[in-house]
């Protein structure tokens, strides 16, 4: 079991048999990273941390001078929260997209190798899929998933009145032989009803927007709900690395041996067996967005020493 809920031995490519009763959650929030800078008046308390096993990087570190600017993205900036570096993130990067009304990209992703996830967090934009002469096109909102195979032609425009932001998480795809890479698709946190874990009675459930049956995929992103006063009632220890960004509320997470205390616009990254449990303390729910990256053999170094 990880800390979606996914249980291995119940898993089934049947989507008829993934899907939950009930319906989306009635209504949600997410967090937007606010920019700009501590008056010179605050005090250096905060709550960033970086260990061997896990790095908290909170809300308040995520400022102006922090933000990085990409290629071919207009009136575009991005926080990157994780990249593939030792003793870091190895399978993934994310990163927290800002893009000014008018701003966007005809060339987002520079790595034709890269899969790629967007989850919208604030504002509208316009999303084409496929060549130009073929090209699908899809509204961005709050809530909005999207799904990027490798080698994807695609475009992202932010055409509203506002500030368009959105997570991007992109890794290199694992190719197997004999099975197709996916297709991309378009869905909503709006739209799916999460899945409940069993025997807690909806106190703790996942958004899934991929069928974890689905071999072809090899990583997942969820969103993963907690009511008041829910738990991880176990220290998961699995090799999944995980990502995990405070859509809303707060909490308090085990990470490796502490205790720490988060809340909405926090980011957590864990590496591959990094003891993990939860206790949503909080007055409200709590959600997180989860990146982990799943079914595929583990990799066989051909160095020994």
Not at 3 to 11: E, L, M, P, Y
Not at 14 to 19: C, E, I, K, Q
Not at 45 to 55: C, I, L, N, W
Not at 279 to 301: C, T
Request: with cysteine.
């Amino acid at each position: 079991m990880t800390s979606d809920g996914t249980t291995h031995d119940t898993v089934s490519a049947d989507p008829a048999a993934l899907r939950p009763a009930g319906g989306p959650l009635p209504s949600t929030s997410y967090h937007v990273p606010p920019g700009g800078l501590p008056p010179q008046t605050a005090l250096l308390t905060d709550r960033a941390m970086f260990t061997e096993a896990y790095a908290v990087i909170p809300s308040g570190v995520i400022r102006d001078i922090t933000a990085s600017y990409l290629p071919f993205w207009e009136g575009t900036r991005a926080w990157v929260l994780a990249r593939p570096l030792s003793g870091f993130a190895e399978t993934f990067s994310q990163y927290v997209m800002d893009v000014a009304p008018g701003g966007g990209s005809d060339h987002p992703e520079p790595d034709a190798a890269a899969e790629g996830v967007l989850f919208v967090v604030g504002g509208e934009g316009r999303l084409t899929l496929g060549p130009e002469e073929d090209r699908a096109e899809h509204r961005l909102e709050a809530g909005t998933f999207v799904y990027l195979p490798p080698g994807q032609r695609w475009t992202l425009h932010n055409d509203g009145p506002e500030t368009l932001g959105f997570h991007w998480i992109r890794k290199a795809y694992e190719r197997v032989e004999g099975l197709d890479a996916p297709e991309a698709f378009v869905s909503s946190d709006r739209e799916v009803a999460p899945t409940p874990m069993p025997g807690t009675d909806g106190r703790w459930a996942t958004t899934r927007f991929v069928d974890p049956g689905d071999l072809r995929h090899d990583m997942h992103v969820n969103v993963v709900t907690f009511e008041p006063g829910a738990v991880i009632p176990f220290a998961e220890t699995h090799v999944m690395e995980h990502g995990l960004y405070v859509l809303e509320g707060k909490a308090v997470y085990r990470l490796n041996t502490d205790w720490v205390e988060v809340e909405a616009g926090d980011f957590m990254w864990l590496r591959a067996f990094c003891p993990q449990a939860c206790y949503a303390g909080g007055p409200g729910r709590f959600r997180y967005l989860l990146y982990k990256d799943v079914n595929r053999h583990a990799r066989l170094s051909r160095t020994f020493l």
